[in-house]
């Protein structure tokens, strides 16, 4: 198989920073569902949380840079005692942001002055829901989860989120439940938003589909069932040229839960730092240099088959 570097450079398509737009901020691994197709293996006996004095640190770093966007995710972000602190800040440091959620914990019943918050300030929410039948979801994971999420919902539109006329996004994100290619996403949101409102009278915001990155538990998953190097080549002979320019890892910065930077939430999880160097957010002055290369590894075929996809879903329609 090509080397993705290869691939570059057959399609005379460097992968090179543009200018930085968004800040992703891992807060932990810890995570209450152990979700099959997690490329950083969050879960429930995963320990690791960012501390408050890193997030004052990242939240340094924001104030250099002054990024358009700000992408909290994790694990669950939910379970970091000092989120409330973070998004109330963060809030005042970007025009935009955005909270990741699997929605079974946001809305366990047991965070409504988090959700006051999240309200107060405007945040986007980005909540997984992969299907629209239990038994890919709960396979995906676990048992449960697909009435939960479903209450979830519910509970988001009853408070504005997703609901047309009022300010506040829901968005929804969609894997495949396997080793192939997430279908199209227009096709997708327009199935999801018909069949979401004719069974249970739920909308949404805008609907992405992601393909799943052969890293962590996917990867553990796809050797044990003897799929990684089909998967693996299934990805690169998708290959996408045209989406090279969009791709996220050219306008964000990642910052892991122990407060290092890379160049994606993917090199993190693979343990590639940005610009090879393990640098900790507290010492980097500004963005990144324009036009500094990106690390990049096979698993970088995940992001640009097909459509290809970035953490805003796909980039071409």
Same mark, same amino acid.
């Given at each position: ?82 989120? +409330? ?90 894997? +495949? ?141």
């Amino acid at each position: 198989m090509t080397s993705f570097q290869q691939a570059l450079a057959q399609n005379h398509t460097p992968l090179v920073r543009g200018p930085v737009e968004t800040l992703q901020i891992n807060v932990g691994l810890k995570c209450n569902l152990a979700c099959k197709h997690c490329h950083l293996e969050a879960g429930p006996q995963r320990g690791e949380l960012m501390s408050r004095e890193t997030m004052e640190q990242v939240l340094d770093y924001a104030r250099r840079v002054e990024f358009a966007t700000i992408d909290i995710t994790g694990g669950s972000p939910e379970l970091n005692p000092w989120l +409330p602190f973070l998004v109330e800040n963060a809030a005042k440091l970007a025009p935009r942001l955005l909270l990741r959620s699997n929605l079974t914990l946001l809305t366990d019943g047991s965070r409504g002055r988090l959700l006051d918050l999240l309200r107060s300030l405007n945040v986007a929410l980005i909540v997984s829901f992969p299907a629209l039948n239990p038994g890919p979801v709960e396979a995906q994971r676990g048992a449960g989860t697909f009435e939960s999420c479903l209450e979830g919902l519910g509970l988001l539109n009853s408070l504005g989120w997703g609901v047309e006329g009022q300010d506040l996004e829901l968005d929804l994100v969609a894997n +495949p439940a396997g080793a192939f290619l997430p279908p199209s996403q227009a096709a997708t949101e327009q199935r999801f938003r018909r069949e979401m409102a004719s069974r249970w009278g739920l909308s949404f915001s805008n609907l992405f589909t992601l393909a799943n990155v052969p890293l962590g538990r996917f990867r553990a998953w796809l050797e044990g069932s003897g799929n990684y190097e089909g998967y693996l080549q299934k990805l690169a002979d998708g290959f996408n040229p045209f989406t090279v320019p969009g791709l996220m890892c050219r306008n964000q910065v990642s910052v892991s839960w122990d407060g290092y930077l890379y160049d994606c939430d993917f090199n993190q999880a693979a343990g590639l730092p940005m610009s090879g160097e393990k640098l900790h957010v507290s010492r980097m002055p500004g963005p990144p240099d324009a036009a500094l290369p990106i690390q990049v590894s096979e698993y970088c075929y995940a992001c640009t088959a097909g459509a290809g996809f970035t953490c805003g879903g796909s980039i071409e329609n």
